[in-house]
Structure formats: C-alpha cells, structure tokens
C-alpha cells in the first residue's frame, strides 16, 4: 500500500516485509530521485497527491485504471506482453536482441539494478541491502560477473600504461 512509503530525513523508503524475513520488521529499501519522479507522475495520473502520506493503507502501490490492486504476477504478465509487442522492433536493430526480450521478466530488472550498481563501483554491501538479501554472499556470487569485467577493464588501463 502507498502507506509503505515514507520520507525519512531527505530520502524516501518504502518498507517491504516478505522474503522469508520475520513479517512484524519490515526491511528499508530506499527510493532514489529517479524512482520518486516516476512515483509522483504515476500519483498525479491517478489524481493523488504528489506524496504519498501514511493514512493511505488502502491505497494500492500499484494499481489497474479503477483503482484495484494489480498483482506482481499481472504486472509480469503485462510487461511480457509489453517485451513480445516490441521484439519484433528490437531484431530490426540487432537480431541477438528479441530472443533476449522474450525471455525477459520483471525480476530480471532487479538483476538489471544490481548488476548496474555493480558496474557503477556502488559497494557491494549496499547493494546486498537494496536487494534486501540476508547474506552478502548471496550477492556476491550473483554479481560477481561486474567486478570481473571491471577489474578486466581495470588492469587493461595498468596494461596500456606500462606499453607508453
């Protein structure tokens, strides 16, 4: 519910309880600006308030045009359909990519943000936390594959430097 939202200090939280975690303590992901943009749009679409506020317990985080909630598994259905609509447009541009789109989930976005953060140099404890994973190694050995291709690239510049 929009309520599991909230500001603390200058960042907004959401609050998750679920994943095999105690259900009376939920976890902490924080919402970056980016995702608070997108939040306020999709409010004020719907003709909410920009902000969410803590006596929206029956508001759906995510919702169908009349307000009803909308499950994770119709939200992944809705975004296959989406990816199978623009396979075809994609292969246009590279044939390699339409057989990923239809393979596609909405969990792999959560691997997309990972990986990115990976990429990004962001440490890995904290990515561990935003994934709300109860071991780091977890995400260790997941995401491992970014710090390979960056230390690649990293040793690649010590290997060029040595070669002037």
Not at 70 to 95: H, Q, T, V
Not at 96 to 119: D, G, I, K
């Amino acid at each position: 519910m929009m309520s599991q939202i909230r500001a603390d200090e200058d960042q907004w939280v959401l609050d998750v309880v679920g994943k095999g975690r105690d259900a009376s303590t939920a976890d902490e992901v924080l919402l970056p600006p980016p995702a608070m943009d997108a939040l306020q749009r999709y409010r004020r679409a719907r003709g909410l308030h920009p902000y969410p506020a803590p006596h929206e317990t029956e508001i759906p985080l995510v919702a169908a045009s009349d307000g009803s909630p909308i499950s994770d598994n119709y939200l992944n259905r809705i975004l296959k359909d989406f990816l199978a609509r623009i396979a075809p447009l994609a292969a246009a541009e590279n044939p390699t990519w339409s057989s990923y789109l239809n393979q596609a989930t909405a969990h792999w976005m959560r691997h997309t943000l990972a990986t990115h953060s990976a990429e990004a140099g962001v440490p890995i404890q904290t990515t561990a936390d935003q994934l709300r994973h109860a071991s780091i190694e977890t995400t260790r050995r997941i995401y491992t594959h970014a710090d390979v291709k960056k230390r690649r690239d990293d040793l690649g510049k010590l290997v060029r430097y040595n070669q002037d």
